[in-house]
Antibody, heavy 120, light 107 residues
Framework: EMQLVQSGAEVKKPGESLRISCKGSGYIFINYWISWVRQMPGKGLEWMGRIDPTDSYTNYSPSFQGHVTVSADKSISTAYLQWSSLKASDTAMYFC?????????????WGQGTMVTVSS | DVQMTQSPSSLSASVGDRVTITCRASQTISNYLNWYQHKSGKAPKLLMYAAATLQSGVPSRFSGSGSGTDFTLTISSLQPEDFATYYCQQSYRTPRTFGQGTKVEIK
């Protein structure tokens, strides 16, 4: 079964750093880019950025550029989303998703989500 | 960025109703338009890609149409499991952008 499995919920304080993960299985990980999507409480989906696991080339939304870093370790089929200094406004559910170029770049497989809570 | 605008933002409908959701792009995106269904606490699910192609395993009561800037998602006969929030997303330009969502509620 093709799937993305994300790391568990996190509770952090403002200013702390964090890295969450997304592990792919059941398919050839390097053949598909991984995107990250945010959903703030009560709000809609926002595309944050993406990575090509083959060479770690990245694109970011201007809204997130400079505040998060997307990375990947193809040897363990895992993508990451990290913050160096969290803010309360980073409290949200974060999803990773696989981009399928044969389907018009749609996001066809999604992780279950990682809830990040930032509170003092 | 390509702005995606969905309408309506929410709707109330009954089981068996025909439901149509529209999505408009701020510039032409050819047919690079995808639709997702999202239920609270779960992962979003891809319904349609390339504007009109049904994702494998998605019931045929879902259909999509459009090209350029205007798109629609239609549910021909609403079922209890279809109550959810629906998002369009363009995959023509980076950054990829989503519509604000349409919440389909029980009437």
């Amino acid at each position: 079964e093709m799937q993305l499995v994300q790391s568990g919920a996190e509770v952090k304080k403002p200013g702390e750093s964090l890295r969450i993960s997304c592990k792919g299985s059941g398919y050839i990980f390097i053949n598909y880019w991984i995107s990250w999507v945010r959903q703030m409480p009560g709000k809609g989906l926002e595309w944050m950025g993406r990575i090509d696991p083959t060479d770690s080339y990245t694109n970011y939304s201007p809204s997130f550029q400079g505040h998060v870093t997307v990375s990947a370790d193809k040897s363990i089929s895992t993508a990451y989303l990290q913050w160096s200094s969290l803010k309360a406004s980073d409290t949200a559910m974060y999803f990773c998703a696989r981009r399928d170029s044969s389907k018009g770049d749609a996001l066809d497989i999604w992780g279950q989500g990682t809830m990040v809570t930032v509170s003092s | 960025d390509v702005q995606m605008t969905q309408s309506p933002s929410s709707l109330s409908a009954s089981v068996g109703d025909r439901v149509t959701i529209t999505c408009r792009a701020s510039q032409t995106i050819s047919n690079y338009l995808n639709w997702y269904q999202h239920k609270s606490g779960k992962a979003p699910k891809l319904l349609m890609y390339a504007a009109a192609t049904l994702q494998s395993g998605v019931p045929s009561r879902f259909s999509g149409s459009g090209s350029g800037t205007d798109f629609t998602l239609t549910i021909s006969s609403l079922q209890p499991e279809d109550f959810a929030t629906y998002y369009c997303q363009q995959s023509y330009r980076t950054p990829r952008t989503f519509g604000q969502g349409t919440k389909v509620e029980i009437k």
